[in-house]
Structures are given as structure tokens and as C-alpha cells.
């Protein structure tokens, strides 16, 4: 299959193309050529602005599919959509679990939850907690409404593996190995969900071959975990010994890696994506693989999480 991918080359899009190029898909990337140039090669780049609406690249050409890994606001989708047209036969776009209503959610909810009400945002500075839900739900919608039949909506919930840019599950990675006492900021017995990026890439994948359309949850691991055994694996993955602490919540900030409040919200049902054939890749790989990323890029500081003096503080006092 010929497959034009919209941001190819960071953490999630990275993942969809190296699962594509072994699959024997033929690749497009398109994007501003200024992140992962040295990736891939052997395909071929066109080059555009999704911010300032540059898509002139893409005006020649047609693909069996098109995966949309960078649209965050709908003037992008449905520009995207204008000048592809009927030059493409299915239409893929990565969404995000922040389109569901934020109330009356229950342990196993499917892809038919009721979603937020939709939000166009004019530029990518007003995408915050309160309009990036939305402004991904009128994306959904205008990918639905001009593809129909040929468009697929995926849904990732928290995303890990090598190349994570945001630090969210390689925070944990790394602090387990290090053992000892360490600070949570949360209740251990917390559920927890993370999809491996590689899982995603071939479910991704595998929903374009198969021309399916509807919406999936990419939500992972395939056994339950709590952030307290989610601790426990990548301290067991990287050798060490760890004494979880619970610490007030209060202590850590609003997006504190993988501390939610709404834990049904942590439970969300991935049969629709298990039956299309998304693979369940064991928490134990995942973190053994990032811990192995993450050393040899020699650990740079995280974005996230507690640094050592505010743990080593909070730890004196519990």
C-alpha cells in the first residue's frame, strides 16, 4: 500500500512508519523537514507547514491511505482533507482519549462513550486542558464528515516506549531503577494505562491494510496494573529494590506522571483494538526497552516529576 503519513518522524508517527516500512508499505512523509531528518532515508519527503496552512506538496500524488499523526486543530484536518480530496482512499486520524465527557465515565467504557463537545481553536497556543479535548473531537468530526465509510478514528490513552518525549512513563523508568524510597504522589492501587508505541504502530497499520473503519481505543497493558505494580515492574525490569512512599498529592504538580484522579478514566475497554489486531506487548518489555533508550541517550534531565532535592524533602517528612 501507498500511505502518506502527516508527522512521521517523532515518538507515535516514528513508530506507525518503522512498523510500516517492515510491513512492505510504500511511505510519504510529510512535514517541515525540521525534526528526525536523518530518519528513513529511503522515503520520500514532502515538505509543508500544518501551522501556516502550507500544503502545496501535497497537491500531485495519491495514496491508499493517509495517517494523520499531527493534527491538532480542525482548520489543519480540513485543509488537509481539501487539497488530498478523493486523491486518497482512507482517512486516519490520531486522536486522543480527552474527547470523552469528563463525567459519568465507568470502569470498561467503550469507543461509544459520549464525547465532549466539539471546539474550533484557531491556533495551537489555546490548546490547553480545557480545549484540547474538544478541538480533537471537531477534528474527529470533520475527518467523518468529509470520508464517511473510509475514515478510522484511533484513540491512544498514555503512550510509552523508546523516544517518549514526554517523560511521563520514563520518569518512572528511571526513578525505580535508581530504588529505595520513592515519593508518589498518589494512591498506589491507582489504575493504571499505558499502550506501548509499537503496539499502537501496528494497529495503525493494520486498520489501513484492512480498510476498517470506526474508532478504537489504543490502551494498554493486556493485564491490569496499578501505578503501584507499574513501579514495581520497572524497578523488577531494572534490578532494584523500591519502598513505595505515598506522599500528599498536594506536593506535586497537576500533571504529575501518570497520577490521575479519574480512575475509571484508567480503565477503558481495548477489545474493539485487541479483535482488529492491535498486539499486547508486556509492561516488563516496554520497560526494559525505554530503560535501555534512556541510558544510551546518558538520561538528560525530565521535563517531569519530582527532582532528587524535592523527593529527598518530601521523603524526610513522611
Known amino acids: 500500500m501507498k500511505i502518506l503519513v502527516l508527522g512521521g518522524t517523532s515518538f507515535v508517527g516514528r513508530a506507525i512508519v518503522d512498523d510500516a516500512l517492515r510491513q512492505g508499505h510504500e511511505i510519504t512523509l510529510f512535514g517541515r523537514g525540521k525534526t528526525g531528518v536523518e530518519l528513513f532515508p529511503e522515503v520520500e519527503r514532502r515538505l509543508g507547514d500544518r501551522a501556516s496552512g502550507d500544503y502545496e506538496s501535497l497537491r500531485q500524488g495519491s495514496w491508499d491511505a493517509v495517517v494523520d499523526v499531527s493534527g491538532l486543530l480542525v482548520r489543519q484536518v480540513e485543509a488537509a482533507a481539501e487539497v488530498l480530496g478523493e486523491r486518497v482512499g482512507r482517512y486516519l486520524f490520531i486522536s486522543s482519549h480527552a474527547v470523552y465527557a469528563q463525567s ?13 463537545e466539539p471546539v474550533r481553536a484557531d491556533s495551537v497556543e489555546e490548546l490547553d486542558n480545557d480545549t484540547y479535548g474538544p478541538s480533537k473531537v471537531a477534528c474527529e468530526d470533520a475527518v467523518t464528515a468529509r470520508y464517511g465509510a473510509r475514515a478510522t ?49 501496528r494497529l495503525v497499520v493494520q486498520l489501513v491494510a484492512d480498510h476498517r473503519p470506526g474508532a478504537f481505543h489504543a490502551v494498554g497493558p493486556a493485564e491490569p496494573v496499578t501505578l503501584g505494580g507499574l513501579i514495581e515492574t520497572c524497578a523488577r525490569v531494572a534490578g532494584s529494590a523500591v519502598e513505595i512512599v505515598p506522599v500528599p498529592p498536594g506536593s506535586a504538580t497537576p500533571l504529575f506522571p501518570l497520577v490521575r484522579a479519574d480512575w475509571p478514566a484508567q480503565q477503558r475497554s481495548a477489545a474493539r483494538a485487541r479483535a482488529a489486531g492491535m498486539p499486547a506487548t508486556p509492561l516488563e518489555v516496554t520497560a526494559a526497552d525505554v530503560l535501555i533508550w534512556d541510558r544510551e541517550r546518558g538520561e538528560p534531565p525530565l521535563r517531569r516529576g519530582f527532582s532528587a532535592a524535592q523527593e529527598r524533602e518530601l521523603l524526610a517528612r513522611s
Open 104 to 116: 459519568g465515565v465507568l470502569p470498561g467504557s467503550d469507543e461509544d462513550t459520549p464525547r465532549r
Open 153 to 201: 478514528i484511533v484513540r491512544p490513552g498514555k503512550v510509552a516506549g523508546p523516544h517518549d518525549p514526554s517523560d511521563m512513563f520514563t520518569y518512572w523508568v528511571r526513578r525505580a531503577a535508581q530504588g529505595g524510597r520513592v515519593a508518589l504522589p498518589g494512591d498506589p492501587e491507582q489504575p493504571v494505562q499505558i499502550v506501548d508505541s509499537r503496539d499502537l504502530a
